[in-house]
Structures are given as C-alpha cells and as structure tokens.
C-alpha cells in the first residue's frame, strides 16, 4: 500500500513574507543632574577650608555630608540679632533671672561644697560667682539644650559664600532692614570665620572626647554643657575637676573648674570690682551679662552673710 506524505500548513512555502525593516533604537534622555544649590557650594567651601585648617578630608566629608545634618542659614540672623545677651523693659542693663535661684544657688554651692573647695585652693575663684554665672548660662545645669553646635556652626559658616549671604539678605532684609548695611553684612561675614573657627574645634573636642560631633546638644549660638562653653574657648580652658582624665564640657564638676580656670586667666582679682568685671567681660563680651553676673554674685554672697550672721 502506498503511504502519502502530508506536510502541516505551517510548514508550507508559499513564497517570500513581507519585509520587515528595523528601526534604530532611540538613546534613552540623559538623566539631568539638578544645578547644586548656593548653599551646597557653600558647603564645599566649608569642607576646603576645615581641610587647609589640616583636618582630614575623608572625615571632614562624611561629616557635612552625613543625612544627619542639614543646613539652616536662618542661624546667621538668629546670631545677629537674637543671641546677644538682653536686658528687661523695667531693667534694660541687666537680663531677667528669677529670684527662686538665689536661694537654689545656695543650695547648689552646699551641694557642691567639696568640689567648690578645691577648685577655690586652686584658682582663689569664690563659689559664688561661678555659681552666678551657671545660673545665667544653664539655670544650673538643668536647662534644656534645643540645638546641634555642629549644625549651627557649619550653617553660619555659608556666609562665607557671598551668594549664600546675599540670598539671606534678601529673604530677611524686609524683617531687618539692617542686614543691608555694610556694617552688618561685614559683621556676618565675621562670624562666618568665627564659626568656622569653632567648627574646626568642635572636631578636634569631639576627637579627644571619643563623642559623635553631630550629635553634640547646645545653644542657637553652639555653646554646650552646663557653663555653655564655645569648643576653641573649652579647649584653651577646659579643666580636669574630678580628676579622671578627662576634660568634658558637659560634666558640671569639670564645667565649675573651667570656670575658675578662665576667671583666674583672665585676671579675676577678689576685691577690684574693675579687675572682675573685666574678667566676667572674657567670658561674656556684654556689659549686660558683667551687670547681671555682679548682681547675682552679690545676692548669693549677701544670703550667705544673712546665714552666717543667723547661725552666730
């Protein structure tokens, strides 16, 4: 029997199919990098100069550039106009205080006797005044601290940048029509360099602290601890109270021999009102702040009298 071969359809030639002509694929649109900001070329002005300072560039970059941190000119007109000592309506050369630390700032110097002692040995710098001066600076050590020097520092720092500054001038300048003066804006200017300055040795202190710089709490000015200290003005200063080693800003013994170290250094001489009002002026330049740290000094040593005199 014959067997007959069937091919599939499928398998059929029926001649030559269309032509099918490739199109050249498109290059996909090149991905735009956005323009960096003023602010984020003034951040690498800051790096450049913390490294001519001779700060290690690695460690200087992954600080700046940590996701922690971010930038805030608004610093730079809070530096100018509001973190400046003031004094009251009824009182305007001297800051308010409350008259509930008069006699908290007894107890603090009974609480603190021995450590006062000792540092009084050393430094001939009464209880009093440094107790004085921790009340203004942190209502004794117990108020809060709202900001990160690191970030206050490196913000007031981008007004190194003339179009950073220009562009804060021109945001602020309606609320502060002083900004545009020449004399203020030389002014921020300043304190660029001095932030910068105090950037560089907030490194150095969070270095020898073995602490994260950027998570270091402090004033809208970057003081910290319990005496408010600026980093350049602790490391010149900065003292050893307990002994351990170790010179913290944020440790109050170590804060109340800091004190005394710089009154001592900056002429502190008991019984010339001159000499320690000049010494007060080199922790705070205000007249203000001298006026109210004399005043608080005079009530804490007036109710030590009053206690002597009632325990006689």
């Not at 070329?41 to 600080?63: F, N, S």
């Not at 409350?98 to 009974?110: L, N, T, Y």
């Not at 600076?137 to 981008?158: D, I, Q, T, W």
């Not at 660029?192 to 490194?203: F, Q």
């Amino acid at each position: 029997m014959a067997c007959a071969l069937f091919l599939p359809a499928s398998c059929a030639h029926h001649g030559p199919g269309p032509t099918v002509v490739l199109q050249p694929l498109e290059a996909p649109p090149a991905i735009q990098e956005p323009e960096p900001t003023e602010e984020e070329l003034a951040q690498e002005i800051v790096e450049e100069l913390l490294v001519d300072k001779g700060l290690d560039r690695a460690k200087v970059h992954g600080l700046l550039y940590d996701p922690r941190l971010t930038i805030d000119t608004g610093f730079i007109v809070k530096n100018l106009y509001h973190a400046k000592p003031k004094g009251t309506a009824e009182k305007p050369h001297i800051m308010y205080y409350s008259p509930a630390f008069i006699p908290k700032g007894r107890a603090f110097i009974e609480q603190h006797q021995e450590v006062f002692e000792n540092v009084g040995a050393c430094y001939g710098i009464p209880p009093e005044i440094i107790t004085a001066i921790l009340i203004i600076e942190s209502k004794l050590g117990v108020y809060p601290s709202k900001y990160h020097p690191f970030r206050v520092y490196n913000s007031l720092a981008m007004a190194l940048d003339p179009d950073v500054l220009s562009k804060v001038i021109e945001s602020s300048g309606k609320a502060y029509p002083d900004l545009y003066r020449e004399e203020t804006i030389q002014l921020a200017q300043a304190k660029g360099r001095w932030a910068l300055g105090e950037l560089y040795n907030l490194i150095l202190l969070s270095d020898e602290l073995q602490i994260d710089p950027l998570e270091i709490m402090g004033s809208v000015a970057g003081a910290m601890g319990p005496a408010q200290f600026i980093p350049s003005t602790f490391r010149k200063y900065g003292a050893d109270g307990d002994c351990d080693g170790r010179k913290d800003p944020f440790n109050m013994t170590d804060a109340i021999a800091s004190v005394a170290h710089l009154l001592k250094r900056s002429g502190w001489t008991a019984g010339s009102e001159k000499n320690m009002r000049s010494a007060l002026w080199m922790y705070n330049h205000s007249d203000v702040y001298v006026n109210t740290v004399m005043k608080i000094y005079s009530e804490l040593c007036d109710t030590l009298r009053t206690q002597q005199q009632h325990d006689s």
